[in-house]
């Protein structure tokens, strides 16, 4: 029978502690911002995909199933590597990875195969999981644990940074070609050959860069201090922690939330009563919803400094929740622009859950981030479900299944965090 007790917080030796790694961390952003870019082409993908192949929304939302699916298959075998070959190695396996998804769409345009479309962007994720495993708990250790929440929400905002200017690139380089009445379907799937071929060159750049530049090894640092510990708090599995347990469940939530609004948002803009708006024009709007969520990770970063991190999590989930009722409430431009204020309170909900889920796990901390990858599935689970009340009762009011996500957040935010170590009693 498993009894709860309260778990000391892990912290870093004062040595570990003084050390500076701007560097790293300054080198890290830039993965933050490829993936939030890569990912966000995924909204751009969707409606262009429906149109080409002429699918339903539930098969639109394969592309978010394929994509976050990858997490669900490919964390725990992730965070299995990044043991053995650590982070840097592991950061650089990733983006060679996704480099060979990106390249894969290339021959499923040409092909003009839906699936083979789908595959790729499994291999792309793969890579991108990876990466989520090597890159979270590498910058969480850059520094004292007390700060990895406001340290993990700065990076992550270069990650809401690519997410932003994704869609401006995706609308012109993909819709805005697409939106030509004169071309065929084929040609309209070719489309995206091009922007894919340039992020694979951009991913082989960054691989090699990464491969020669010195990081610290924390690894090893970690390892040793653990054992120097010796410490109950740092023994068996990191699924014995409840709040890592809890964050899990926090992770699916948040990620299947954020999906799907974002998923829909171009859909929902396209809608008569909201904006009426051409699917290459309502692209742009997206800017403005991964801008917010820009936008909030530089103000919860600071904040976070002075405000414990549980309580803003709390605040924001709450405050999301408020504006999707009145997206689906009201119509014009209070729904669009409601709608498109939930990025802002988004901002700091990922990597806060993260950081506050990895709080005290020692040497845990890379199967605890292989767990949490693993929870990012419900950006393909989560989204698909949306998508078949889309079809049934329209795409306003399916906006319901992202308030029960919030709710669950707000929860752990307040009290689910909480570090507690769940022993098996005698």
């Known amino acids: 029978m498993a009894s709860s007790a309260p778990l000391t917080t892990h912290t870093q030796p004062q040595n570990f502690q003084d050390k500076s790694y701007g560097f790293a961390l300054t ?17 751009i993908l969707i409606p262009h995909l429906k149109g080409v192949f002429n699918l339903t929304y539930v098969q639109a939302m394969l592309v978010q199933f394929c994509f976050f699916g990858a997490y669900f298959l490919m964390s725990l075998p992730s965070g299995y590597i990044v043991k053995k070959v650590g982070y840097k190695k592991g950061i650089v396996t990733g983006l060679l990875i996704a480099a060979g998804g990106c390249v894969l769409f290339y021959p499923a345009a040409a092909l003009h195969s839906y699936p083979v479309f789908l595959f790729a962007l499994f291999v792309l994720a793969s890579g991108i999981t990876l990466l989520q495993v090597s890159a979270n708990p590498y910058v969480s250790l850059l520094g004292p644990s007390k700060t990895a929440s406001s340290r993990l929400t700065l990076t992550q905002a270069f990650n809401a940074l690519g997410t932003t200017v994704a869609p401006i690139f995706g609308a012109l380089l993909i819709l805005d070609s697409a939106s030509e009445a004169f071309l065929t379907p084929s ?8 922007p894919y071929l340039l992020l694979a060159a951009m991913l082989i750049l960054l691989a090699g860069i990464f491969a020669w530049l010195k990081l610290p090894n924390i690894m090893q640092e970690q390892e040793a201090e653990a054992e120097a510990e010796k410490s109950d708090a740092v023994q068996g599995s990191a699924w014995q922690y409840r709040h890592l347990t809890l964050g899990a469940v926090g992770i699916f939530m948040y990620v299947g939330a954020e999906v799907a609004i974002g998923s829909f948002l171009v859909s929902f803009l396209a809608q008569e009563n909201i904006a009426g708006l051409k699917e290459h024009v309502a692209a742009h709007y997206i800017t403005y919803y991964w801008g917010g969520a820009m936008v909030g990770r530089f103000i919860g970063a600071a904040v976070m400094q002075k405000v414990p991190a549980g309580k803003v999590l709390g605040f924001n989930s709450c405050m999301a929740i408020i504006l999707v009722i009145v997206a689906m409430s009201t119509t014009g431009a209070v729904a669009m622009w409601s709608i498109l204020l939930v990025g802002l309170f988004n901002s700091i909900m990922f990597p806060t859950i993260f950081s506050l889920a990895l709080n005290g796990l020692g040497k845990h901390t890379a199967q605890g981030s292989g767990i949490l990858c693993l929870a990012i599935v419900g950006g393909a689970i989560v989204p698909l479900i949306q998508g078949a009340f889309a079809d049934a009762i329209g795409v306003q009011m399916s906006f319901f299944l992202p308030i029960l996500c919030y709710i669950f957040i707000v929860y752990y935010g307040l009290s689910g965090s909480k570090p507690v170590l769940v022993k098996e009693s005698s």
Not at 187 to 194: F, I, P, T, Y
């Open 187 to 194: 040609q309209n799937a070719e489309s995206v050959q091009l």
């Open 27 to 43: 080198s890290l952003t830039t993965l933050f911002f490829m993936w939030g870019f890569i990912t966000c082409l995924n909204d």
